[in-house]
């Protein structure tokens, strides 16, 4: 990811992003695609279900780092739904609230730091069985737990704020069973969730050499441009497009009026202008 260049790393956390919100609400089974869940999100549309469309944007704003772990009222956005004007989800009444909600997280939050000397990859299991025992979520909810313990997973990492399991997260984050055999189901679907997101960057950086290529030909820029929003963005639409290929033109103009007057002047002050 650090190897790639800055919009590029910027697609590929967005898709990746995109492809572990897909992943969480199957498990919960909400069935919101990744194309889906994109498209809603650029054209704010309301024709899916709302709370899973509520969720999934809740999901991917967490994953792209917003929120601070150790505060969660605000992580799980209890605070602004509470002072929204908008009719509650049914599952905000099976959630424990007030100062009960306060004493369970602070005891979540030091039942966590007690597993401190473990690697933080190996925590996962864990956190998620924790955060049942602390009922911080409503029965049945998957990924409120499955975002906090990807972020703490990934605390301190370059380039990627969660670790991404992917579609092999659906194995572990309802998981049960004793702990030795979470455990090591925990670690083959983070190696494997890991691979393919490996997999996923590479592919952009592929498509982006070889789509140059096979542009080489054309004259100007565009192509170039296109291809670089393209690998910037996962979804993006025909206007934005054209606005992105307007605005690189108008930076363009204005960098060649500015070397045409640079070299007016130098002329002027030569007495050749």
Known sequence: MLALPKAEAAGAR??????????MLRAQGLMLGRD???????EARAASDPEALRLARWAVRRLEGQGALADLPAFLGLHRRAASDEPLAPSM???????????????????????AALHPLARGPAVLALWRMAELSPPGQVAEPAVWSARHMAAGAKGLRFVPFGRHGRRVWSSYGPPADRLAAHLAALRA??????????RIGTWSERARAATAGIKGDNAARVIAVLAARPFVSAM???????MAEE???????????????????????
Not at 14 to 23: D, G, Q
Not at 37 to 42: D, F, N, T, V
Not at 252 to 268: E, F, I, N, P, V
């Open 14 to 23: 967005e898709r990746l992003v995109h492809l572990e919100v897909e992943a």
């Open 36 to 42: 889906e869940i994109g498209r809603e999100l650029m």
């Open 93 to 115: 009444d099976l959630r424990l609230h007030g100062r009960e909600f306060d004493g369970a997280a602070a005891e979540f939050l030091a039942a966590v730091d007690a597993f």
């Open 193 to 202: 969730g890991a691979q393919e997101a490996r997999s996923l960057i590479l």
């Open 240 to 246: 934005e497009m054209e606005k992105r290929l307007d």
């Open 251 to 273: 930076k363009k103009l204005r960098r060649q009026s500015h070397q045409r007057d640079r070299k007016l002047g130098s002329a002027k002050d030569y007495g050749l202008g």
